[in-house]
């Protein structure tokens, strides 16, 4: 099982990013599909996370402002991330969760600045 994430870099205040991971060894559709986050000195947290029945759902600094979508027949997972603040700054990390067992990518670095 691989996922790597893209799509990461710098990007102003108030920009927008589009992470991408795209995933092999797995099927996303019968899996739970997440975006973490991990800023420098904090733990690793929740963005967003897709079933696979489709119901998503958001943490509260997510919402509003970032959405997560999957595209079956690609297996990929995307994270659209629209007005930006310093505060998103992190590695963000895609994450498949089957049978109970979570599948880790490699993270992409994301920095927001004015």
């Known amino acids: 099982v691989q996922l790597q994430a893209s799509g990461g870099g710098w990007v102003q205040t108030g920009g927008s990013l589009r992470l991408s991971c795209a995933v092999s060894?797995?099927?996303?559709?019968?899996?739970?599909m997440g975006w973490y986050r991990q800023a420098p000195g904090k733990e690793r947290e929740l963005v967003a996370a897709?079933?696979?029945?489709?119901?998503?759902t958001y943490e509260e600094f997510a919402r509003g402002r970032f959405t997560i979508s999957r595209d079956i027949a690609e297996n990929t997972v995307a994270l659209q991330m629209n007005s930006l603040k310093n505060e998103d700054t992190a590695v963000y990390f895609c994450?498949?969760?089957?049978?109970?067992?979570?599948?880790w990518g490699q993270g992409t670095q994301v920095t927001v600045s004015s």
């Open positions: 060894g797995i099927q996303i559709e019968l899996s739970v």
């Open positions: 994450d498949a969760r089957r049978m109970g067992y979570d599948y």
């Open positions: 897709i079933t696979s029945g489709g119901t998503i």
